[in-house]
C-alpha cells in the first residue's frame, strides 16, 4: 500500500501537468482565435472566386486552361498538411490514415509532398515519399504557400504529373475537424451546375478585356487560393484539436488529483486513528 | 436607403462587406469605370489604383488601394476580387513613404527590365498609397 509520502509526491508531479496543460489549452485557444478569424476572412474571397468561374465559363463556349484538362500521365501528387507538434488528440493519426488508404489505393503512382513532419513520420513506411517542405516559421505564409503551389502546378503543366491532391483537416469547429483528401488539379467544373447556371442566367457579362483573359487569370488565382484555404483550415484545425485534447488531459488531470487527495487523506486519518487509539489503551492500561 | 452595395474581398481579409454606394469609381485596364445603380453587368479586370465609394446622401464616402484582380457589377452589387486591398486608414504613411524612396534609390541604379519592371511596380504603389492618404484627409 502506498505511503503518504508517496501520494503527495504524485499529486505535485501531477498538478505540474495540470498546470502545463491548462497553459498550453490558453495558448491553443489564443491561436485558435487568430486561425479562425484568418480561415473565416479566406472563405469568401475563396467562395466568390469560385462562383465568379463557374458562371464566366458557363457562360463562355469551347474555353479551356491547362488547369482544367485531364492529362494522360498515371502520375500523382498528394500534398499533405500536417503540424510540426504532436499533443493534439487525434489530429495527425486521423489524416495519417486517412493518407495512408490513400495511398494504398493508388500504389506506386502516387508522390506524397510533405508540410509539417508528424504525418511524415506516420506514414513515411508506408508510402512513396516526395520532398518535404519547411519553412522560416512553423507554418507557410501566403508567399510560401503559393510557390509551392507553383511548384505544384507546374509538375502539372508539365504534364510530369496527371493530377494534384491535397490532404488536410477541414475545420468545422473545435470539436469538429474532419480528415480529407480533395483533388486541386485538374480543377473540375460541375457540367450539371454548368447547364443549370445557363438557365438562370438570362444575361451575360460585359467583359473587359475577354472573358477568356479574365478566366486566365482566375483560374490560377483560385487554384492558389484553395491550396491557401486547405492551410488555413488546416492550421485552424490544428488549434482546435489541440484546445480539445488539452480540455479533456486538464479534466484528467483534476480527477486524478481528486481521487490522490481522497486517498491521501483515507490513509492520514487511518493513521491518527491507530495513533489514538495506541495512546488511549497506554493510558487504560496504566489506570487498570 | 442605398440598394446598392459593394464588396471588396481578398484572400486575407474582408476588407468591405455590403457597404452602400451612390457612386463608385474603379480602375480597370482600360481606364477609370464610374458605376451607378442599374449599371449593366459587367466583369473587368483591375489595375493597380484608387476605388471610390461615394455614399450620397446618407452614407460616408471611403476611399480603397487595391491591386491586380477582377471586379463583378452584378444586379447592383459590385465585387472586387483583389490580391491585396486597404482602406484609407488602415494604410501605413511611414511604411509606404520608405518604399517609395527604396523603390526610386533602386530605380535611379542600372537595372535588368525585370527588375526595372518590379521596382517601378512598387513605387507606383506607393505613390498611390500616399495619394490615397492624401484625399482622405
Redesign the interface.
Known amino acids: 500500500m502506498a505511503n503518504i509520502k508517496d501520494l503527495k509526491k504524485k499529486i505535485k508531479s501531477t498538478k505540474n501537468t495540470l498546470k502545463i496543460t491548462s497553459a498550453m489549452k490558453l495558448v491553443s485557444a489564443a491561436k485558435l482565435n487568430r486561425a479562425q478569424q484568418?480561415i473565416q476572412?479566406?472563405r469568401?474571397?475563396?467562395a466568390?472566386?469560385e462562383d465568379?468561374i463557374k458562371t464566366?465559363s458557363a457562360l463562355v463556349q469551347d474555353y479551356s486552361h491547362s488547369y482544367l484538362e485531364e492529362k494522360e500521365s498515371d502520375h500523382e501528387v498528394l500534398l499533405v498538411l500536417s503540424s510540426n507538434k504532436g499533443l493534439c488528440g487525434g489530429y495527425n493519426s486521423q489524416l495519417a490514415k486517412v493518407v495512408k488508404k490513400f495511398a494504398a489505393e493508388k500504389g506506386e503512382n502516387l508522390k506524397v509532398f510533405y508540410i509539417g513532419k508528424k504525418v511524415r513520420e506516420l506514414t513515411q513506411k508506408d508510402v512513396n515519399m516526395g520532398e518535404e517542405y519547411q519553412f522560416e516559421k512553423s507554418d507557410p505564409s501566403?508567399d510560401e504557400m503559393q510557390k509551392i503551389a507553383r511548384e505544384l502546378a507546374g509538375l502539372f503543366r508539365t504534364g510530369e504529373v496527371g493530377k494534384v491532391h491535397v490532404a488536410y483537416n477541414v475545420f468545422h469547429s473545435a470539436i469538429a475537424v474532419e480528415p480529407t483528401v480533395k483533388q486541386v488539379l485538374p480543377m473540375s467544373l460541375d457540367s450539371s451546375v454548368k447547364d443549370e447556371l445557363q438557365k438562370s442566367f438570362p444575361?451575360?457579362?460585359?467583359?473587359?478585356?475577354s472573358?477568356e483573359?479574365?478566366l486566365d487569370?482566375?483560374i490560377p488565382e483560385a487554384y492558389?487560393?484553395t491550396m491557401?484555404t486547405a492551410q488555413l483550415d488546416s492550421l485552424a484545425s490544428e488549434h482546435g484539436s489541440r484546445m480539445t485534447a488539452m480540455d479533456n488531459a486538464v479534466g484528467n488531470c483534476k480527477e486524478a488529483i481528486r481521487s490522490l487527495t481522497l486517498k491521501m487523506n483515507k490513509l492520514r486519518q487511518a493513521a491518527i486513528t491507530t495513533e489514538l487509539i495506541e495512546v488511549v489503551s497506554g493510558a487504560e492500561s496504566l489506570n487498570g | 436607403m442605398n440598394n446598392f452595395t459593394v464588396d471588396i474581398l481578398t484572400p486575407n481579409k474582408v476588407v468591405a462587406k455590403d457597404i452602400p454606394a451612390e457612386n463608385v469609381v474603379i480602375p480597370t485596364l482600360k481606364g477609370q469605370i464610374e458605376v451607378m445603380k442599374d449599371h449593366t453587368h459587367v466583369v473587368e479586370k483591375l489595375e493597380t489604383g484608387l476605388v471610390t465609394v461615394l455614399g450620397g446622401a446618407d452614407d460616408a464616402d471611403r476611399n480603397f488601394f487595391v491591386t491586380v484582380g477582377i471586379c463583378k457589377v452584378l444586379q447592383n452589387k459590385i465585387t472586387i476580387l483583389s490580391n491585396t486591398a486597404e482602406e484609407s486608414h488602415e494604410v501605413d504613411l511611414e511604411r509606404a513613404e520608405l518604399a517609395l524612396k527604396n523603390a526610386e534609390e533602386r530605380l535611379s541604379s542600372t537595372l535588368s527590365d525585370d527588375e526595372l519592371v518590379k521596382y517601378r511596380r512598387k513605387a507606383e504603389r506607393a505613390k498611390l498609397r500616399i495619394q490615397l492618404l492624401k484625399t482622405a484627409r
Do not use: H, R
Open positions: 484568418a476572412s479566406a469568401p474571397y475563396a466568390e472566386l465568379t464566366i501566403f444575361f451575360d457579362f460585359k467583359y473587359e478585356p472573358p483573359a479574365i487569370d482566375l492558389i487560393s491557401w
